[in-house]
């Protein structure tokens, strides 16, 4: 193990004994406690048997609503405002991952957060470990902070990255969302390009998952990351970090020399599978726990970046182009004469479609000429 900032030895007569936090280190940091247990029998010892566990930082409950107080004020003034000037809207999150990784977890994580109180209720059901998931429509969560708001959208859990999930996906990206869609109702929301995409995504990965099933959790983020940067039919990069989660339970379990040591290749490992440097250890804030300095800052350095991200790049960039060839196909498949439609709206068009959009306007066009000399 690392150089101790702390050792002690101590014989214990019986099966258990009481080891108080030395006076000396401070409660507030992070450790890592090694246990080394032997036996004494007829005067000769037996082999060691170790154990290690490791918890984060804590602060009081004055100083995470301080912490949170703070980090808050500066989130409102210059990431959600530059957010909500750049877009004219407030900001719309889609939270994605597979089952029992903490997605509605960290939506109440979230929520707590943005209203520095730890104490509040669950705003979301989660589902405790084992085959039945919690989630199964689509449920947003709206969190008013001060005078905006963050729209959190929690989603059934998608198991595997089949190439039918993935097409669900494509559709819940390109097409937004209404509360209560199913998974099975994913790939046939009729009518659902006229709604507003949602404008970034948070992939939730539990941590303690990875280090179990690597190789299949890996693939899990590589195909997902593969639909996000193609969305809308490859036309749009759709903006999107990770959520590692379970960071406590983590290290918590950890019996490596540095638990730190394995945190950190577990996240570089997460981030060359999702294609994204944008990897971020979280702790989900549970009713009633105590708050970590170090959790606080990656829980804003996510959403930070996740609304700089949001801001450069335009999800939505379809559904005007999409609006136009269905007014123009609905008019000609019906035979009735096609209104001028604005200008605005057909440059895009045409610049999106190249030669194909061309070549639908002249015809329609056309056809509209024709029947004008025929009225006449």
């Known amino acids: 193990m690392f150089q101790p900032s702390h050792s002690n030895v101590q014989q214990v007569e019986g099966f258990q004994t009481h080891l108080p936090h030395p006076d000396e280190l401070s409660r507030a940091q992070a450790w890592v406690v090694k246990i080394s247990l032997k036996a004494k029998s007829d005067g000769s010892w037996s082999d060691a048997v170790e154990y290690q566990i490791a918890w984060e930082d804590e602060l009081s409950d004055q100083e995470t609503r301080k912490d949170l107080n703070e980090r808050i004020e500066s989130f409102l003034k210059k990431d959600l405002c530059d957010f909500m000037k750049s877009k004219n809207d407030h900001p719309k999150i889609l939270v994605l991952g597979p089952q029992h990784h903490g997605k509605s977890s ?3 994580h979230a929520y707590r957060c943005l209203h520095a109180d730890l104490d509040v209720s669950d705003q979301l059901d989660q589902a405790p470990a084992g085959p039945e998931e919690k989630t199964l429509a689509t449920k947003s969560l709206q969190l008013d902070v001060s005078h ?4 959190f959208i929690d989603n059934p ?5 089949s190439d039918e999930t993935q097409g669900k996906l494509q559709t819940l990206l390109s097409s937004g969302h209404c509360d209560g869609l199913r998974r099975q109702d994913m790939g046939r929301a009729e009518g659902s390009w006229f709604s507003r995409p949602p404008h970034a995504a948070i992939v939730v990965m539990s941590l303690c998952h990875w280090r179990e099933e690597r190789e299949e959790m890996a693939s899990y983020l590589q195909k ?7 969305a809308s039919a490859g036309t749009v990069e759709f903006p999107y970090v990770v959520a590692a989660t379970h960071c406590d339970e983590f290290l918590k379990d950890c019996q490596k020399e540095d638990p730190r040591d394995e945190l950190e290749k577990a996240l570089e490992g997460i981030k060359r599978s999702a294609s994204t440097s944008h990897v971020y250890a979280i702790t989900n804030y549970m009713q009633g726990s ?8 990656a ?3 996510l959403l930070i970046q996740l609304l700089a991200k ?7 960039k379809n559904r005007i182009v999409f609006a136009v060839l269905w007014h123009v196909a609905t008019a000609w498949g019906t035979g009735k004469q096609v209104v001028a439609l604005p200008y605005t709206l057909m440059k895009t068009a045409t610049a999106v479609l190249g030669w194909v959009g061309q070549w639908i306007f002249r015809k329609v066009f056309s056809q509209r000429r024709e029947l004008e000399r025929g009225a006449k």
Do not use: C
């Open 224 to 230: 997902i990351a593969g639909v996000l940067k193609t």
């Open 290 to 297: 105590m708050g970590s300095a170090r959790n606080n800052k």
């Open 148 to 151: 905006s708001q963050v729209t």
């Open 299 to 301: 829980t804003f350095d």
């Open 106 to 108: 960290f939506v109440n």
């Open 310 to 316: 949001a801001n450069h790049e335009n999800t939505g």
């Open 157 to 161: 859990a998608f198991a595997t990255m």
